[in-house]
């Protein structure tokens, strides 16, 4: 479904991104791991249309969108729940929803997704007319990643999911990740919290300093005492 190959990202002089490969197969949950600044948001980011790789190029099915407009991409399939949420605090948790779905024109499907979402978020269903910005983080997550489905993704970019959340809260998200998983969405997740992450992925890559350092099948990685020593510690 995707496959990077070789992709160098840059800000300014920083080298973010280098020589990055991977592959996403249809179907799975594949998992990217790495400490605070290894460059996991960078790559969800050039993934998602927001930046552009130096070198390299990303084959989305047979199609090369490495610097395509976001638009595009997210009208090819792929939408990414950013980092920290950001739902819009002054809108309607159902406004909300709504414009995860403006490129779209498909009424009914539309109307379709919006109950897949309800369903899937209950809370969301009793709050739809109430303030984004007065939800908790946890429902904030949930927005945000509903908001996301709103686009009626085949590839879900998901960025740290778990960040700031108590664990029952991150439980909850992390089923909603498998079952949206088993109803044919793939999905990429970028993680800090390893544990978590490797549990309901099936492959996984480790990111270091913007580098590809290890990879395997989820198992191999939470067996491996080089990710244990780095990414399990205490758990
Ligand atoms: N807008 C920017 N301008 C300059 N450097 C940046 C910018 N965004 C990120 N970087 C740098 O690029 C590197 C990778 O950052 P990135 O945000 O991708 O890491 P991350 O793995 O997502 O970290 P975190 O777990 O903290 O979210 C870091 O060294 C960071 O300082
Ligand atoms: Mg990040």
Same mark, same amino acid.
């Given at each position: 479904?995707?496959?990077?190959?070789?992709? &160098?990202?840059?800000?300014?002089?920083?080298?973010?991104? +280098?020589?990055?490969?991977?592959?996403?197969?249809?179907?799975?949950?594949?998992? @990217?791991?790495?400490?605070?600044?290894?460059?996991?948001?960078? @790559?969800?980011?050039?993934?998602?249309?927001?930046?552009?790789?130096?070198?390299?190029?990303?084959?989305?099915?047979?199609?090369?969108?490495?610097? +395509?407009?976001?638009?595009?991409?997210? +009208?090819?399939?792929?939408?990414?729940?950013?980092?920290? *949420? *950001?739902?819009?605090?002054?809108?309607?948790?159902?406004?909300?929803?709504?414009? /995860?779905?403006?490129?779209?024109?498909?009424?009914?499907?539309? +109307?379709? &997704?919006? &109950?897949?979402?309800?369903?899937?978020?209950?809370?969301?269903?009793?709050?739809?007319?109430?303030?984004? /910005?007065?939800?908790?983080?946890?429902?904030?997550?949930?927005?945000?990643?509903? *908001?996301? @489905?709103?686009?009626?993704? !085949?590839?879900?970019?998901?960025?740290?999911?778990?960040?700031?959340?108590?664990?029952?809260?991150? !439980? !909850?998200?992390?089923?909603?990740?498998?079952?949206?998983?088993?109803?044919?969405?793939?999905?990429?997740?970028?993680?800090?919290?390893?544990?978590?992450?490797?549990?309901?992925?099936?492959?996984?890559?480790?990111?270091?300093?913007? !580098?590809?350092?290890?990879?395997?099948?989820?198992?191999?990685?939470?067996?491996?005492?080089?990710?244990?020593?780095?990414?399990?510690? /205490?758990?």
């Amino acid at each position: 479904m995707l496959k990077v190959n070789n992709i &160098d990202v840059f800000y300014g002089n920083i080298h973010a991104l +280098k020589d990055i490969s991977l592959e996403v197969i249809e179907g799975e949950i594949v998992t @990217l791991i790495g400490a605070n600044g290894a460059g996991k948001s960078t @790559l969800l980011k050039t993934l998602s249309g927001l930046l552009k790789p130096k070198h390299g190029n990303i084959l989305y099915f047979t199609q090369q969108i490495a610097g +395509k407009p976001a638009q595009t991409i997210v +009208k090819s399939g792929i939408s990414h729940v950013p980092e920290g *949420r *950001r739902v819009f605090s002054n809108m309607s948790v159902e406004e909300n929803l709504e414009l /995860g779905a403006y490129l779209r024109n498909d009424r009914d499907g539309i +109307k379709k &997704d919006m &109950d897949y979402v309800y369903e899937l978020f209950p809370i969301l269903d009793e709050r739809r007319k109430q303030l984004s /910005g007065t939800l908790s983080g946890g429902e904030q997550q949930m927005l945000a990643m509903g *908001r996301a @489905l709103m686009a009626k993704p !085949k590839l879900l970019l998901m960025d740290e999911p778990s960040m700031g959340l108590a664990p029952l809260v991150v !439980k !909850k998200i992390f089923e909603i990740i498998k079952a949206v998983n088993s109803q044919g969405t793939t999905v990429l997740l970028v993680e800090q919290n390893a544990n978590m992450a490797l549990s309901i992925a099936d492959r996984a890559y480790v990111l270091e300093t913007g !580098k590809i350092v290890l990879s395997g099948t989820a198992k191999e990685l939470q067996e491996s005492e080089q990710v244990k020593a780095a990414y399990l510690g /205490g758990l």
